[in-house]
């Protein structure tokens, strides 16, 4: 009976050696911030108790069950970034850009997105863009009423965060960043032609790694789980807050409530990124309220990632029978 029990704790250890989770480091090495890749973010539906990721040391993260959103058409969210050729942008360090859809008045512009990634950390250096034009004859009721975003670009005073390396268990760190997106607008009931106007918006970002340990993710839009994968978890709280000015004035309440918007707007929420080694994309992120007590959006990337091709939980209550 005593070999019996010998064994059987030296199997236990064996296997909570196997599963213990090494904490990982971000840095410099391990973190390739490369062009001329792509990201396929996943949404998932989060109907069915989907729960928010739990703070801590040695955590075991199993969402490989989580059904994705891609049957319906509308899951996949790819991501590619190019290689930086601004020169504005390459002096500041930039090695590579991405387009991103922003808050836009009444609408969603689109701009090229400006990171770099040296040996302090993963910077956002800023942002150019195209001009685009949207009409806004729908809020003001007047055919040639519109919204012109303007070609510009914007170069950040600082570089702003994404990763301060080295990125351990309960580092933190914060920033500020200024987004102005300088526009033009025609509403013809308030005498406005082509008159120049700017939409501010200031984020306040503080950054926490809150756990780190093993993750599981869906394969195949949820008919398998991946591989465990060692992660580290940061959570970053984000504050914004906008501005609206026309002629160097504030915007007119009654144009901007039309269009669903209003001067000062203030929101807050959290973003919780699970990050692994060499890739410099989050494996999984949710989006939740500012109280961090339910999720709003998740998504995962399921590139890269392997699986057993077994969908199932190991049963820690099996019955090991030792002779």
């Keep these: 009976m005593k070999n019996k029990l010998n064994v059987i704790a030296i199997i236990l250890s064996l296997f909570l050696g196997i599963n213990a989770q090494a904490q990982i480091k971000i840095s410099h090495y391990n973190h390739p911030a ?7 973010g996943t949404y998932i539906k989060l109907s069915g108790g989907v729960t928010l990721p739990a703070n801590g040391a040695n ?13 319906s058409g509308v899951g996949i969210v790819p991501r590619t970034f190019f290689k930086a050729t601004d020169t504005v942008f390459t002096k500041a360090g930039a ?7 922003v808050r836009f008045l009444t609408t969603k ?18 942002f150019n863009a195209n001009r685009q034009a949207f009409s806004i004859s729908k809020y003001t009721f007047w055919s040639t009423d519109s919204v012109v975003l303007l070609k510009q670009r914007v170069v950040v005073a600082q570089p702003q965060p994404i990763i301060k390396y080295p990125c351990t268990f ?3 760190w914060s920033s500020h960043e200024r987004l102005i997106q300088n526009y033009t607008i025609s509403a013809k009931f308030l005498g406005y032609n082509n008159t120049p106007g700017q939409h501010i918006q200031d984020a306040y970002y503080v950054d926490s790694v809150a756990g780190y340990g093993k993750i599981v ?8 789980k991946s591989d465990s994968y060692n992660v580290i978890l940061i959570k970053s709280v984000i504050r914004v807050i906008d501005s609206f000015y026309i002629n ?4 007119d309440s009654t144009l901007l409530a039309s269009m669903g918007a209003r001067q000062g707007m203030d929101s807050t929420f959290i973003h919780a990124n699970f990050y692994r080694e060499n890739y410099s994309t989050p494996l999984m992120t949710f989006v939740t309220d500012k109280k961090y007590s339910y999720p709003m959006v998740a998504y995962y990337d399921p590139d890269n990632t392997t699986y057993t091709g077994i969908n199932q939980d190991i049963d820690l209550e099996t019955e090991v029978s030792i002779c």
Excluded at 63 to 71: L, P, Q
Excluded at 95 to 101: D, K, L, S
Excluded at 114 to 125: A, I
């Design 34 to 40: 490369e062009p001329n890749t792509t990201q396929n």
């Design 59 to 71: 955590v075991f993260w199993n969402y490989g069950s989580v059904k994705d959103s891609t049957a």
């Design 95 to 101: 090695n590579r850009f991405y387009q991103q859809e």
């Design 109 to 126: 512009g689109i701009l090229n997105v400006h990171e770099s990634n040296d040996t302090n950390g993963h910077f956002y250096l800023g």
């Design 170 to 172: 309960q580092s933190k």
């Design 217 to 224: 993710v869906p394969v195949q839009h949820g008919a398998f």
């Design 248 to 251: 160097g004035k504030p915007a």
